[in-house]
Nanobody, 120 residues
Framework: QVQLVESGGGLVQAGGSLRLSCAAS????????MGWYRQAPGKQRELVAT???????NYADSVKGRFTISRDNAKNTVYLQMSSLKPDDTAVYHC??????????????WGQGTQVTVSP
């Protein structure tokens, strides 16, 4: 079992920055991928960014160049640095982690979510 604790959300004006954090515990040593999803009011949940245990990253086109995902293995923590924020970035952001429950079984875990609100 993996537990994820998110922090860093808040209210910011357009053009501002926020840094989200997600700390993993439990079976954290088996995690091979972590990422961030978001869901805005009236919108479907969308993938924001992912990072693998090897450091490979992927971003949604809508955030590329503005958001940066990173990880600190010593702290078992993944970060999402968000800059040049837009009102369209307003959403609940959820941290996700995937681990190997066994060689052929993958577990998926979600954090509680943190609200990001960007005012115009």
């Amino acid at each position: 079992q993996v537990q994820l604790v998110e922090s860093g959300g808040g209210l910011v004006q357009a053009g501002g920055s926020l840094r989200l954090s997600c700390a993993a515990s439990g079976s954290a040593t088996s995690i091979f991928l972590m990422g961030w999803y978001r869901q805005a009011p009236g919108k479907q949940r969308e993938l924001v960014a992912t990072i693998t245990s090897g450091g490979s990253t992927n971003y949604a086109d809508s955030v590329k160049g503005r958001f940066t995902i990173s990880r600190d293995n010593a702290k078992n923590t993944v970060y999402l640095q968000m800059s040049s924020l837009k009102p369209d970035d307003t959403a609940v952001y959820h941290c996700q982690a995937k681990n190997f429950r066994s060689p052929l079984v993958i577990g998926t875990y979600w954090g509680q979510g943190t609200q990001v609100t960007v005012s115009p």
